[in-house]
Nanobody, 122 residues
């Protein structure tokens, strides 16, 4: 199996910055896309940004120009730099990857982290 461990969430004032990190570990054969989703109370989980192993990125319109996603393939780690944070960015942020495990090398599966809380005060 593949495990994702997130870090970097917390409380910040509007206009501030936070950097989230997510490291993948376990029985990894290969990692395809890595990304971040978020879920606010009472709302569905939505994509924030993702990045392919080739470095192509995709952002939600609401975060374009403020958030930057990057990854270190050697460390199986993805980062989310969040600048100019707004109260509406408050949510639990989940790391996600599509990866192939050594125990099932013919399957590309979805894996999720446990989530990290980001709270932006006004």
């Amino acid at each position: 199996q593949v495990q994702l461990v997130e870090s970097g969430g917390g409380l910040v004032q509007a206009g501030g910055s936070l950097r989230l990190s997510c490291a993948a570990s376990g029985s990894i054969f290969s990692i395809n896309i890595m990304g971040w989703y978020r879920q606010a109370p009472g709302k569905q989980r939505d994509l924030v940004a993702d990045i392919t192993n080739g470095g192509s990125t995709n952002y939600a319109d609401s975060v374009k120009g403020r958030f930057t996603i990057s990854r270190d393939n050697a460390k199986n780690t993805v980062y989310l730099q969040m600048n100019s944070l707004k109260p509406e960015d408050t949510a639990v942020y989940y790391c996600h990857t599509k990866a192939v495990s050594l125990t099932a090398i013919f399957q590309l599966n979805d894996y999720w982290g446990q989530g990290t809380q980001v709270t932006v005060s006004s």
